[in-house]
Nanobody
Framework: VQLQASGGGEVQPGGSLRLSCTTS????????IGWYRQAPGKEREAISC????????YYGDSVKGRFTTSRNNPNNTAFLQMNMLKPEDTALYYC????????????WGQGTQVTVSS
């Protein structure tokens, strides 16, 4: 099983980035995909989730209205579109996979760094 987040980088406040979560080794269509982030010295934060079929999404209060999550099941990939980025969005971003109906994430990927700085 592999999950790899990519697309991070350095951007100015107000800018945008699109993260991708590329997966393999499990039945993508059966899993919800969540996005988490962790900044230095802070706890890991759940920021969004998209259901296995893509028809339901969840966003944390800190990103609601600015971030959008989606998925492309035929390509086993999920996305996190991040707009209106703020310095406090600076963190290492991860994606994770949770079987439909499960309460815990089963698979975790490598992170991608997002830095928002002027």
């Amino acid at each position: 099983v592999q999950l790899q987040a990519s697309g991070g980088g350095e951007v100015q406040p107000g800018g945008s980035l699109r993260l991708s979560c590329t997966t393999s080794g499990f039945i993508f269509d059966d899993y919800s995909i969540g996005w988490y982030r962790q900044a230095p010295g802070k706890e890991r934060e759940a920021i969004s989730c998209v259901s296995s079929s893509g028809d339901r999404t969840y966003y944390g209060d800190s990103v609601k209205g600015r971030f959008t999550t989606s998925r492309n099941n035929p390509n086993n990939t999920a996305f996190l579109q991040m707009n209106m980025l703020k310095p406090e969005d600076t963190a290492l971003y991860y994606c994770a996979a949770k079987m439909r109906g499960a309460s815990e994430y089963e698979f975790w990927g490598q992170g991608t760094q997002v830095t928002v700085s002027s």
